[in-house]
């Protein structure tokens, strides 16, 4: 059983930045892979990046790539999600998610491959 708890979000202005931050609670070591994901309202669950155990291998949407940065720091059990130069169509709720096992990159976007998730952040990007 993990748990994970969602920080950092908040309001800010197009261009601006924000640093969220999951910390993952429980047995950690089961977070192999962790990821974030975002839901707008009245859209889907939408992947936006994720990272494996060492931190090595990364992956992005396209829609934050080169903006938003995801790493990790195992020995405090938190998985970070950077993100600059935010735009309005980045305001969601941000979800962390963690899986238990290692995900292969074919399935990395989907939902369903993950186990635990937090209760989310707001971010608010405003124009």
């Known amino acids: 059983q993990v748990q994970l708890v969602e920080s950092g979000g908040g309001l800010v202005q197009a261009g601006g930045s924000l640093r969220l931050s999951c910390a993952a609670s429980g047995r950690t070591f089961s977070t192999h892979a962790m990821a974030w994901f975002r839901q707008a309202p009245g859209k889907e669950r939408e992947f936006v990046a994720a990272i494996n155990w060492s931190g090595d291998s990364t992956f992005y949407a396209n829609s934050v790539k080169g903006r938003f940065t995801i790493s990790r720091d195992n020995a405090q059990n938190t998985v970070y999600l950077q993100m600059n130069s935010l735009k309005p169509e980045d305001t969601a709720v941000y979800y962390c998610?963690?899986?238990?096992?290692?995900?292969?990159?074919?399935?990395?976007?989907?939902?369903?491959?993950?186990?635990?998730w937090g209760q989310g952040t707001q971010v608010t990007v405003s124009s």
């Open positions: 998610a963690a899986s238990r096992k290692l995900i292969q990159p074919i399935v990395v976007i989907t939902p369903t491959s993950y186990d635990y």
